[in-house]
T-cell receptor, first 115, second 113 residues
Framework: GAVVSQHPSRVICKSGTSVKIECRSLDFQATTMFWYRQFPKQSLMLMAT?????????EQGVEKDKFLINHASLTLSTLTVTSAHPEDSSFYICSASQGANEKLFFGSGTQLSVL | GENVGLHLPTLSVQEGDNSIINCAYS??????FIWYKQESGKGPQFIIDIRSNMDKRQGQRVTVLLNKTVKHLSLQIAATQPGDSAVYFCAENIRGSQGNLIFGKGTKLSVKP
């Protein structure tokens, strides 16, 4: 089956630094990728929809200047958490699909801990 | 054992028993539903899906039932195994695709050997 690779799996950083998370579709071209955030014992909350070659669409309440998304190719989307603070500590998950009516595949997630 | 919905976020069953995990979805316009399994520290794993023109779909050891009248979805796992222990999420979509999923709160399934 299709594979979505997410890197890094875990990152610990100091408050104020920026962290970049990569999401790659390994064996298919992903026209659309999604970024989710998940707090402990809670469900996944969609942060933004990333379309290759265009600006990401952010969900209400998600700061686009803080969570920068770049989808420059059909196999790679990146999420950069800028000036991270302890409240940004969370599990970030990406997903990708080949098209509007195609199955969605999830990455393995990135656990971000901001000290 | 049977989960009675979002009021009981944990379900404990004996190995070999059948498990039933329930989910109440919110939008009557949703036409596509998926069950995911999430193990600790990992991303969601697709289990089974169903479209609104169906009321039942079976996979390997799993069955999804959809009751559109009461907006209820259930996942049945036959002969539950310790490896089934995880958090299970239902997800709904209102556009007939997997694009913009709305996830339910999740149910933690614990299988006792």
């Amino acid at each position: 089956g299709a594979v979505v690779s997410q890197h890094p799996s875990r990152v610990i950083c100091k408050s104020g630094t920026s962290v970049k998370i990569e999401c790659r579709s390994l064996d298919f071209q992903a026209t659309t990728m999604f970024w989710y955030r998940q707090f402990p014992k809670q469900s996944l909350m969609l942060m933004a929809t990333s379309n290759e070659g265009s600006k990401a669409t952010y969900e209400q309440g998600v700061e686009k200047d803080k969570f920068l998304i770049n989808h420059a190719s059909l196999t790679l989307s990146t999420l950069t958490v800028t000036s991270a603070h302890p409240e940004d500590s969370s599990f970030y998950i990406c997903s990708a699909s080949q098209g509007a009516n195609e199955k969605l595949f999830f990455g393995s997630g990135t656990q971000l801990s901001v000290l | 054992g049977e989960n009675v919905g979002l009021h009981l976020p944990t379900l404990s069953v004996q190995e070999g028993d059948n498990s039933i995990i329930n989910c109440a979805y919110s939008n009557s316009a949703s036409d596509y539903f998926i069950w995911y399994k999430q193990e600790s520290g990992k991303g969601p794993q697709f289990i089974i899906d169903i479209r609104s023109n169906m009321d039942k779909r079976q996979g390997q050891r799993v069955t999804v039932l959809l009751n559109k009248t009461v907006k209820h979805l259930s996942l049945q796992i036959a002969a539950t195994q310790p490896g089934d222990s995880a958090v299970y999420f239902c997800a709904e979509n209102i556009r007939g695709s997997q694009g913009n999923l709305i996830f339910g709160k999740g149910t933690k399934l614990s299988v006792k050997p």
